[in-house]
């Protein structure tokens, strides 16, 4: 499993030594915890919201949750699922506004990005943003981009059906290059979506990676 490397600060320092010592953390749990921090990193989202990833995700953690058994058969097994201790769930809370403080989302040009049709994927790379009009905030006190701007890479095909491909980095942005960029707002939920698409069946961007896939089919 990857470790992240993120800055710390005495008050993250303090969060996570109280979640170890008093609601038994593992280094398992510290590990998840962080990379479900950097794969929502570009989302922007409250942390209310980002305690429903957690409470989604809840197997991937080995002490965040009771598993309380309410029905089960021999095929069917349902279960509720509850924060171990109330507590937990706000010093998640407040370690999650300090992250955002210390290790901020940063999209400038040349941000990596992904946008994802509905088999392939393609690489781009971000050209331009725009904040929103009111200077919105993150809890770490940090401005929201509302739009984006992404031009798409040339890639160098290894082998098609294995989807193996090399990103070529732009060498640089010419104004050429900013006249074909597509633009993607930051909707509901944190989802980046195409300007004018909807976000039920619009394209969708990923930031902070490659990836390219053409779908041999």
Known sequence: MREYTHKTSPELEAIEKTLVNIYEFDKYDMDVLHRKYEENIYRFLPSWDFLKILAHDWYHFNNLFVKEKIMESDEVSNHLFAWKNSQISEKIKGWYKEMRKINPAIIDSNTKGTVFFYSDQRAVTVVSKQYYKDLRKDEGGNLIPHKIGVIYNEVKC???????YD??????ITPELQAKQEFYTL?????????????NDGLVLGLGFWHHLIDPD
């Open 167 to 172: 990103v070529i980095p732009f060498d640089d």
């Open 187 to 199: 909707r509901t939920y944190g989802r980046w979506v195409r300007e004018g698409d909807s976000v």
């Open 158 to 164: 290894n082998d098609f059906y294995a989807a193996d």
